[in-house]
């Protein structure tokens, strides 16, 4: 079977490089916030022109932090999208909140932003966007809603590093930008890992506390916190493939393109709004047909995967918000139809041609 993404044709890529700073993370004996997680919360910061970068241990975990250091707790709202993965709205349930959800745009996937401003009350108190796919959301819709009613704005960059909208990188939209480090993102690490960029010292500060056990240091606890570091070993891996990222992402629109040209005529394909910069983490096409053709492509040893096949309003966890089926038809109707083809920067050409040639040939027989 074809796979999704070849962790390991990138791995043999750089394979050097990353034993050598891993035995030199070994041979230092500093395994827990020391150089390494330094070197790359540097790295991150300087890419991003951001004044804080906060490496913590996972993407999860960044929303989590960021929600709680900017004060969102128990009766406040946080307004987001049904259609994502379910961590950007437990990271709201973790700090108290209630997550409340706006319909998504049928193309982009991301927010509808010209609907969020009827869902604000007088209990909203941030919005959390997430950039679907790698493509950004509408932050200028959202930046200005943010102002004009006195709102937080937490970026969920969990598939968008390196992405960006009229020049600006995702993440350095909002007061907080969220990165998942997870090994199949953009930016993958060995193991689970995240990040945080911002411009707030203080509650850059109030984040490097709550990832330490509540914590400064010296063993004096200012309140309960979390042990959410990011580990050292997994930071060294990051530092390699972190110098790499704006060729992976390079390679990956170039991918995007091929299969645009390929299956353009038999299927929807991912836009690329103006002034935005898509990053592809996944390459995600759209058919009423869609079960037809992952099957097809199943039989013919090809993998593709459904992000995301239930909408979050219709999760068993989240029942007790009294969404029911017909709430936000959008995002159902989407997840209904997409389906993510492979798509990672060393997949040859030769995969996409043949994948291309299995959905024409289901398609038009």
């Known amino acids: 079977m074809k796979p999704m993404i070849d962790l390991k044709k990138q791995y043999l890529d750089i394979k050097d490089e990353v034993l050598h700073l891993i035995n030199e993370t070994l041979e230092s004996t500093q395994y827990v916030l020391g150089r390494r997680v330094s070197e790359l919360e540097e790295g991150v910061r300087n ?29 406040d709202e946080v307004i987001t999208t049904p259609f994502t993965f379910f961590a950007t709205v437990e990271a709201i349930l973790y700090v108290g909140a209630k997550p409340v959800l706006v319909d998504i745009e049928p193309e982009t996937y991301n927010i509808d932003t010209a609907r969020i401003e009827e869902k604000i009350t007088k209990n909203t108190k941030a919005l959390l966007p997430v950039h679907l796919f790698g493509h950004p ?14 709102l937080k704005v937490i970026e969920d960059c969990a598939q968008s590093f390196g992405a960006s909208l009229h020049g600006k990188k995702t993440g350095s939209l909002g007061d907080a930008g969220c990165f998942s480090f997870y090994p199949s993102k953009n930016l993958g690490a060995y193991g689970d890992g995240g990040m945080i960029v911002l411009n707030n010292t203080p509650v850059a500060d109030e984040i490097r506390k709550l990832r330490n056990h509540g914590s400064r240091g010296g063993y004096k606890h200012e309140c309960l916190g979390y042990n959410s570091r990011l580990d050292e070993m997994q930071a060294a891996v990051l530092i390699v493939k972190f110098r790499r990222i704006d060729e992976y992402n ?10 645009n040209r390929l299956l353009s005529d038999v299927v929807a394909c ?11 983490h996944q390459y995600t096409i759209r058919s009423p047909k869609r079960d037809f053709i992952q099957q097809q492509l199943k039989e013919q040893g090809i993998s593709s995967v459904v992000y995301y096949p239930i909408p979050l309003h219709l999760q068993e966890a989240l029942k007790y918000l009294g969404h029911r089926e017909g709430s936000f038809p959008v995002a159902e109707q989407a997840a209904r139809e997409v389906l993510s083809l492979p798509m990672y920067p060393e997949l040859d050409e030769a995969d996409i041609y043949l994948t291309a040639e299995a959905i024409h040939k289901c398609l038009k027989g």
Do not use: C
């Not at 022109?49 to 009766?75: P, Q």
């Not at 932050?139 to 004009?148: D, P, T, V």
């Not at 991912?270 to 592809?280: F, K, L």
């Open 47 to 75: 890419y991003y022109g951001t004044k804080e970068a906060i490496g913590v241990a996972s993407g999860t975990d960044a929303l989590h932090l960021s929600l709680r250091a900017l004060g969102i707790g128990a009766g």
């Open 270 to 280: 991912p836009v690329e709004r103006d002034g935005a910069y898509h990053v592809y």
């Open 137 to 150: 959301a509408d932050m200028q819709a959202i930046a200005g809603l943010a102002a004009k009613h006195n």
């Open 250 to 259: 390079r390679k990956r629109r170039e991918k995007a393109a091929l299969y």
